[in-house]
């Protein structure tokens, strides 16, 4: 259930997020996570570019992706083109409807998303003092921001103090290109990967062998001409998504392996509760299905699994939350919608889209290619259904709609399977009025179509499916990830950390020799190499720097052991295995070590099982803990010494 003390955490943790933002872009600029696109020149606003770490860490965020969705679900893959002719676009609403509202500054013409601008000036605003009621109020409208129309969200910025605008207007997002030198065929650089997969729907359920219910998914680079771009890696223009098309009977919505994962809790921010209270709901996704809050099993399985990736990846499971949109946010067509929101610096952001949108995809195409978008329900025992027997009178038709008569006919015989819609948008209306306009805008009479009402055997029934949609953007959930694993020691507020996890670390080990002599060197060229034949990607640092700052290093680049050569290595084959985050050591021999980073890097076997049942700790120059009978190594200007640790409490 919701809790006030929840959200009073939360608040705080997002303080903290603020309060590190600067520490925190200054580093991963100068580690290379992410750098602006053509620095040499000055910049582009919303491009950027991965350095080396995140190529490393988005690299193991797409395996696992594939691995939990794709490979885990029996999807099937699909890798289409960015270019999409403006006939598809134009089809599925993007060339009409894909827009922001923008607004121009009446003084400098510099143009910004005008439900952006409202958005910033609301927490500016409850930055200051202000009653339980005003707070509520002024959230309230925050939320409904981006579904306000041109006309109230001009209203409001004026309510706001932002007058120094132009009237709100819509721009399309989409990058206009032409497709070939004639310039005759529009093309665009796709807004998203999903009109390739539904294009394909037909071929996909063929090499599906006709079985339902199945999922197509694709990951790929997707771009939105941003009016504004800001907040980093949260609003580009160019990006890469994972994209899921799960495609179900509409009368069917269960899932077989709902149960799998129906005790598993979610935190929802209920579209009742964002015009309310604004508190999150914590319940089991089994419970929110049951009580209708989630629309139905499909939905919050995938809804579930998701939370289960982001977990999985290292994200911070307090700072996850579900935003179910509000009516005025989904389209008409769409059943439910939900967001998977994530807590940054910049607040709440929408990551992960999750929506039920109903059959309107594949019907659209359908409608427009005469290409069948259709499943098949074998049906156990034959069933016995009404359908219309309809006769035309193909020489009224043809004088009547010439070369459009087979799109009427064919209409018509698709409204004829099923008599109850038929005798609702049919039959009644030519009874009563004589004649009855199709969706396509043509006009029938009772003189052109004769019909009756028959009974017939069927063991198939054919339908439109329904699709799932989970919806992620990966640069979101980088950069998210990314402010969710820095911190900055306590001890030292000089030495900033990268907590990953083992699975997406861009660098697994880091090895360092404790001396620059020949036999050390060689020692760690041999097991650098031998970690790199078990395609574990390894950091050596041979520099002249102290090893304290070498961790230190390894730290800001969130490699979670390092490996230490030094001259007992030489003489009995052990080295020392350094944990990222306790700093704490231990000694094994080289054939001990390369079983047991194997399990850890997996996450198979966990670094306080190592310390507490397997191996003692030995104490470093850069952690306090003391075991028993554990040894330091100490560095002095005549070379490195182990000698008995004596405890903080004697010294």
């Given at each position: 259930?919701?809790?006030?003390?929840?959200?009073?955490?939360?608040?705080?943790?997002?303080?903290?997020?603020?309060?590190?933002?600067?520490?925190?872009?200054?580093?991963?600029?100068?580690?290379?996570?992410?750098?602006?696109?053509?620095?040499?020149?000055?910049?582009?606003?919303?491009?950027?570019?991965?350095?080396?770490?995140?190529?490393?860490?988005?690299?193991?965020?797409?395996?696992?992706?594939?691995?939990?969705?794709?490979?885990?679900?029996?999807?099937?893959?699909?890798?289409?083109?960015?270019?999409?002719?403006?006939?598809?676009?134009?089809?599925?609403?993007?060339?009409?409807?894909?827009?922001?509202?923008?607004?121009?500054?009446?003084?400098?013409?510099?143009?910004?998303?005008?439900?952006?601008?409202?958005?910033?000036?609301?927490?500016?605003?409850?930055?200051?003092?202000?009653?339980?009621?005003?707070?509520?109020?002024?959230?309230?409208?925050?939320?409904?921001?981006?579904?306000?129309?041109?006309?109230?969200?001009?209203?409001?910025?004026?309510?706001?103090?932002?007058?120094?605008?132009?009237?709100?207007?819509?721009?399309?997002?989409?990058?206009?290109?032409?497709?070939?030198?004639?310039?005759?065929?529009?093309?665009?650089?796709?807004?998203?990967?999903?009109?390739?997969?539904?294009?394909?729907?037909?071929?996909?359920?063929?090499?599906?062998?006709?079985?339902?219910?199945?999922?197509?998914?694709?990951?790929?680079?997707?771009?939105?001409?941003e009016i504004a771009p800001r907040s980093g890696l949260l609003r580009v223009r160019e990006f890469t998504m994972a994209e899921i098309e799960h495609f179900v009977n509409p009368n069917d919505k269960s899932h077989d392996k709902f149960n799998s994962v129906k005790l598993k809790q979610l935190s929802l921010l209920t579209s009742q509760n964002q015009l309310g209270s604004g508190l999150t709901v914590r319940t089991s996704v089994g419970n929110a299905v049951e009580k209708k809050l989630i629309n139905n099993e499909t939905l919050g399985y995938f809804m579930t699994r998701t939370q289960l990736y982001m977990e999985k990846i290292g994200l911070d499971p307090s700072k996850l939350r579900f935003r179910q949109h509000l009516s005025t946010e989904m389209a008409h067509y769409a059943c439910d919608c939900w967001d998977l929101e994530i807590l940054t610096s910049y607040g709440w952001i929408e990551c992960v889209g999750h929506a039920d949108r109903a059959c309107y995809d594949l019907q659209v195409h359908s409608n427009a290619t005469k290409i069948p978008m259709l499943a098949t329900l074998k049906l156990e025992t034959p069933k016995e259904v009404s359908i219309a027997k309809l006769k035309f009178n193909r020489k009224l038709l043809g004088q009547a709609f010439k070369k459009d008569q087979r799109i009427v006919s064919e209409t018509l015989e698709k409204l004829a399977l099923n008599w109850d819609e038929f005798y609702e948008l049919v039959a009644q209306p030519l009874e009563v009025k004589g004649e009855f306009t199709i969706k396509e805008g043509f006009t029938v009479t009772k003189e052109m179509v004769s019909f009756q009402k028959v009974k017939k055997n069927v063991s198939e029934i054919k339908y439109a499916p329904s699709v799932i949609e989970p919806s992620f953007g990966i640069g979101r959930i980088l950069y998210s990830l990314l402010e969710h694993v820095f911190y900055i020691r306590e001890e030292d507020e000089q030495r900033c950390v990268m907590k990953f996890n083992p699975l997406v670390a861009p660098y697994k080990v880091a090895v360092l020799p404790i001396s620059s002599n020949e036999e050390c060197n060689a020692m760690v060229d041999e097991i650098a190499n031998h970690l790199l034949e078990e395609e574990i990607r390894v950091r050596v640092d041979k520099s002249s720097a102290a090893l304290g700052r070498r961790y230190a290093r390894a730290d800001e680049l969130g490699v979670p052991f390092a490996l230490t050569i030094d001259f007992q290595t030489l003489k009995d084959d052990t080295v020392t295995l350094r944990e990222r985050d306790s700093m704490q050591q231990i000694r094994l021999t080289k054939k001990k070590l390369y079983p047991l980073l194997h399990d850890l890097l997996l996450m198979k076997l966990h670094w306080k099982t190592v310390v507490s049942e397997m191996y003692p700790i030995v104490s470093s120059n850069d952690t306090q803990s003391v075991q028993k009978n554990a040894v330091v190594l100490q560095d002095t200007g005549r070379g490195v010494f182990s000698r008995p640790a004596i405890s903080p409490l004697l010294s």
């Open positions: 259930m919701s809790d006030t003390n929840d959200e009073k955490t939360l608040k705080a943790k997002h303080s903290l997020l603020k309060d590190n933002r600067k520490v925190f872009d200054e580093l991963i600029v100068r580690k290379m996570f992410v750098v602006p696109s053509f620095e040499i020149y000055g910049g582009v606003k919303g491009l950027f570019d991965l350095g080396p770490p995140s190529c490393g860490l988005k690299a193991a965020m797409l395996d696992i992706w594939r691995k939990h969705f794709v490979l885990k679900e029996s999807m099937l893959e699909m890798e289409c083109t960015c270019l999409t002719p403006e006939n598809v676009l134009k089809t599925s609403g993007h060339v009409d409807r894909f827009t922001d509202l923008m607004v121009k500054d009446l003084d400098t013409g510099e143009c910004f998303r005008a439900d952006k601008l409202l958005e910033e000036a609301i927490e500016k605003l409850l930055e200051t003092e202000l009653s339980d009621e005003d707070r509520m109020k002024h959230e309230k409208v925050s939320c409904q921001a981006d579904a306000f129309s041109n006309i109230e969200l001009d209203l409001k910025m004026k309510e706001y103090g932002l007058d120094n605008y132009s009237p709100s207007f819509p721009f399309n997002l989409m990058f206009q290109t032409n497709i070939g030198p004639e310039a005759k065929n529009v093309g665009y650089l796709r807004p998203e990967t999903a009109q390739g997969l539904f294009v394909n729907f037909k071929r996909c359920l063929d090499l599906n062998a006709g079985k339902m219910p199945f999922a197509s998914a694709q990951i790929g680079l997707g771009f939105r001409n």
